[in-house]
């Protein structure tokens, strides 16, 4: 795609637009924010949707779970949110995080990677390190939330790191 080497990853500038995830896939996003920066940019642009999904919630809240149960909501309340679902709920406690990342370069097809980590929610909150719903996500393996785990045990594992491990090798 790009000769011999791609060009190094920078952030996007200050006055990058915050766009508006309007499909319902995470793929789609994904895709929309790239060309979008790529478009701005003139450059080739790394971007990513995610979600948690909750069986005991229909696989919910998905592209959708950074505005569940609102936009306006914390993050405290989004966990909140899902713990009460599931405690009212079928009894499962399944669940998965999803990331899709997206390069897209102008000129070219964007190239996506996939990557999903299975785990369960947690009782409660548990652990200071990570963000979002990192506190709820108990990974079976490590018997523990990915907030209780240094972040280099969790990006080992991830979702964002399984996409992007993904993207790399079609890459290569």
Request: proline letters at 10%; aromatic letters at 8%; glycine letters at 10%.
């Amino acid at each position: 795609m790009w000769g011999a080497a791609p060009p190094a990853l920078v952030p996007p500038p200050e006055s990058y637009p915050e766009v508006d995830e309007i499909y319902e896939t995470y793929e789609a996003n994904a895709i929309l924010k790239a060309r979008t920066l790529a478009a701005l940019t003139g450059r080739p642009a790394l971007a990513d949707d995610s979600g948690i999904e909750v069986e005991a919630m229909g696989w919910a809240p998905g592209v959708r779970s950074a505005r569940t149960p609102s936009a306006e909501a914390s993050w405290t309340e989004r966990n909140a949110h899902i713990l009460a679902a599931v405690d009212s709920g079928p009894g499962t406690r399944r669940a998965r995080f999803v990331c899709v990342c997206a390069l897209a370069a102008p000129g070219f097809d964007p190239v996506i990677g996939r990557g999903e980590v299975e785990g369960l929610v947690a009782q409660s909150p548990r652990g200071d390190n990570g963000f979002g719903y990192d506190p709820i996500f108990l990974y079976p393996p490590y018997g523990k939330t990915f907030a209780e785990v240094p972040p280099e045990m969790k990006h080992a594992v991830s979702h964002r790191g399984r996409a992007i491990r993904a993207l790399r090798e079609i890459l290569e």
